[in-house]
């Protein structure tokens, strides 16, 4: 199985500033895929195949990433930017997730 | 729009048997697409359970290949999960949901809490 660890568990930005989460994979993926998840909500789809942006995502989210390194920036931390992010590999079964991180406003 | 809702009891016994459907609208499961069980814990981690595919076909997570079984019924547009002996770890938020080719989750249902507590 493969295993997603995500940095930080846990982080506050200010508004208008650059966020950049990790996801790194015990094991080499193909793509990474980012979940946003807002409190009491289902996840929704962010970020798949590496870099490309979920319908209705704002272009100041950014996915990238090979092998077992990953990452999803926001260029300008924005309010509504504030949720859980989660990273998923679909590439090895059973398909896993990492731990999230969450990520606050300051 | 497809959309997909989770529905069943939100309180199971220990050593009973977790059962729940979901509905989905908006799209036909025999159409395409692998249709998966998804799980939540309390603290965060998320677990894949399982699919069954548009051709009927499943694939489960080993850590529970023995409790669980995925099904459905094609003429009312639904899947459903069963996942035997549960024990106070099965306790989880469950979501149905589609997936995409490359085994991302594109659709979600709004999840379900169940409670497994004597």
């Known amino acids: 199985e493969i295993v997603l660890t995500q940095s930080p568990t846990t982080m506050a930005a200010s508004p208008g500033e650059k966020v950049t989460l990790t996801c790194r994979a015990s094991s080499s993926v193909s793509y990474m895929h980012w979940y946003q998840q807002r409190s009491g909500a289902s996840p929704k789809l962010w970020i798949y195949?590496?870099?490309k942006l979920a319908s209705g995502v704002p272009n100041r989210f950014s996915g990238s990433g090979s092998g077992t390194s990953y990452s999803l920036t926001i260029n300008s931390m924005e309010t509504e930017d504030a949720a859980t992010y989660y990273c998923?590999?679909?590439?090895?079964?059973?398909?896993?997730f990492g731990s999230g991180t969450k990520l606050e406003i300051k | 729009e497809i959309q997909l809702q989770e529905s069943g009891p939100g309180l199971v016994k220990p050593s009973q048997s977790l059962s729940l459907t979901c509905s989905v609208t908006g799209y036909t499961i025999t159409s395409g697409y692998d249709w998966s069980w998804i799980r939540k814990f309390p603290g965060n981690k998320m677990e894949w359970m399982g699919y069954?595919?548009?051709?009927?076909?499943?694939n489960y997570n080993p850590s529970l290949k023995s409790r669980i079984s995925i099904t459905r019924d094609t003429s009312k547009n639904q899947f459903f999960l069963q996942l035997n002996s549960v024990t106070t770890e099965d306790t989880a938020t469950y979501y149905c949901a589609r997936g995409q080719l490359d085994w991302y989750f594109d659709f979600w249902g709004p999840g379900t809490m169940v409670t497994v507590s004597s």
């Open positions: 998923q590999q679909g590439s090895s079964y059973p398909f896993t």
């Open positions: 069954i595919s548009y051709s009927g076909s499943t």
């Open positions: 195949e590496t870099s």
